[in-house]
């Protein structure tokens, strides 16, 4: 797999917790 690959998708992770804080701050994301 491309890294550029692999860290699009970690991106793409990050961003989804974080805006799932944001609608769910009372909920602790790992």
Do not use: A, H, R, V
Not at 7 to 20: A, D, H
């Amino acid at each position: 797999m491309d890294n550029q690959i692999i860290e699009s998708l970690e991106g793409i992770t990050k961003n989804f917790f974080k805006n799932k804080n944001q609608f769910y701050p009372y909920i602790d994301y790992i």
